[in-house]
C-alpha cells in the first residue's frame, strides 16, 4: 500500500493541505502586520503598568517600614520625654516641700521667739508691776508700824533698793 492510498482512505487531500498551509501564511502575515503589533504593544503596556504596580508595592512598603520605625523613634522619644517631665515634677514637687517645710519652721521658731520676748516683756512688767505693789505695801506697813508718814520718794528707794537685793540673791 502506497503512502498516497493511506491519505486517500483517510480522507487527506495534498491540494487542500497546500491551499491550507499558504492560507494560514497569508492570515499569520496579515495579523502580524496589522493586529500582532497591537497586541504585543498592549502585552507590553500592561506588563509596564503590572511591574509599575510592583515597583510602587515595594517602594510602599519600604516607606510604611521607614514610616513605622520613625513612629517608633516618637514613641520611645515621647516616653523618654514623658519620663524625664515626670522626674523633673517630682524634684521640683520635693524641693517645694522641702522649701514649705523649712518655711514653715522658720515662722515658727520666729513665733517661738516673738512669744518668749512677749513672755519676758509680761514677766518684767509683772515683776515691776509686783515690786511697785510690795513698796506700797511695804510702805503702808512701816507707816502703820511708825505711825507717822516719812517721806515717800525716800521710803521708795529704801524699798526698791532692798528687792533689788532680793532679786540678785
Not at 492560507?23 to 509596564?48: E, G, P, S, T
Amino acid at each position: 500500500m502506497d503512502i498516497n492510498e493511506v491519505f486517500a482512505k483517510i480522507g487527506f487531500d495534498g491540494k487542500m493541505f497546500l491551499f491550507n498551509v499558504v492560507n494560514f501564511l497569508v492570515i499569520l502575515l496579515v495579523l502580524r502586520k496589522f493586529f500582532f503589533k497591537k497586541i504585543f504593544d498592549a502585552l507590553d503596556a500592561r506588563q509596564a503598568k503590572i511591574q509599575e504596580g510592583l515597583d510602587d508595592a515595594e517602594k510602599y512598603k519600604h516607606e510604611l517600614k521607614m514610616a513605622e520605625q520613625l513612629s517608633a523613634e516618637i514613641v520611645d522619644k515621647a516616653k523618654h520625654d514623658g519620663t524625664e517631665i515626670i522626674m523633673n515634677s517630682k524634684k521640683e514637687a520635693e524641693l517645694l516641700a522641702t522649701n514649705i517645710k523649712n518655711q514653715a519652721q522658720d515662722d515658727i521658731s520666729e513665733l517661738e521667739q516673738k512669744s518668749r520676748e512677749q513672755i519676758e516683756l509680761e514677766r518684767k512688767q509683772m515683776i515691776a508691776s509686783l515690786k511697785k505693789e510690795t513698796a506700797d505695801l511695804a510702805i503702808m506697813a512701816t507707816e502703820k508700824i511708825i505711825k507717822e508718814k516719812l517721806d515717800k520718794k525716800r521710803d521708795r528707794e529704801i524699798i526698791d533698793s532692798y528687792l533689788d537685793q532680793l532679786e540678785e540673791k
